[in-house]
């Protein structure tokens, strides 16, 4: 691994565990046994570092998901998949890494939000295609339903009272995303989702 992608692996993991605001060009240094000098020059700023990490989280996880629609069994199967991948990430990340990004980094928060509309749009695609195998109800207008699950989990990264109520990101969110799949479920589908949640307690 070259010096370039040590730094890059290294402030991905600072970044999720302790956010932009309190990881330092002397903490990366350091996690990577190299002198500030290196670093600066791989990177000339902090800023510049953490768009590095930021573009290449998104392109991973693009990659990734298109590795799980490729390959789920059907709609669901990938839908369950992608739950189960960013339950995992929101456990890893802390809150005040979105926190940070939203307050430090506004321009990078924004093109976050420009991809809000990628995401209704494919999300409505797979909810389309499941009312095609029978696991959606196929009065469900799928435009409005991910432009719904959109708003739910937008709440929830900017939701600052979670805490007054004793819950967690990760908990709001598997109930937020369980309880949306439930109401847009056929009998079949909620069959499916009750095997999952049985095998998820297991």
Same mark, same amino acid.
């Given at each position: ?10 402030? /991905? ?110 999300? /409505? ?78």
């Amino acid at each position: 691994m070259d010096t370039r992608e040590q730094i890059i692996q290294e402030s /991905s993991k600072l970044l999720s565990r302790i956010g932009p605001s309190s990881m330092t060009m002397d903490m990366v240094a350091h996690r990577c046994g190299i002198s500030k000098r290196t670093l600066y020059e791989k990177f000339p700023d902090k800023k510049s570092l953490i768009m590095e990490c930021l573009r290449r989280d998104h392109e991973q996880q693009d990659a990734e998901m298109r590795r799980i629609f490729e390959s789920a069994d059907n709609c669901f199967d990938a839908l369950f998949q992608v739950f189960t991948r960013i339950r995992n990430y929101l456990q890893e990340t802390s809150a005040a890494f979105i926190d940070d990004i939203k307050r430090l980094y506004p321009e990078l928060h924004a093109k976050h939000r420009e991809k809000e509309k990628e995401f209704v749009i494919g999300l /409505s695609h797979v909810l389309a295609k499941a009312q095609g195998e029978g696991h959606v109800m196929p009065n469900i207008n799928t435009d409005i339903a991910s432009f719904l699950l959109l708003s739910t989990m937008r709440n929830l990264n900017e939701n600052e009272r979670l805490n007054d109520y004793g819950f967690s990101r990760v908990q709001v969110f598997e109930g937020a995303f369980l309880n949306f799949m439930r109401g847009i479920a056929t009998i079949e589908g909620i069959s499916y989702i009750d095997q999952f949640v049985n095998n998820q307690k297991k």
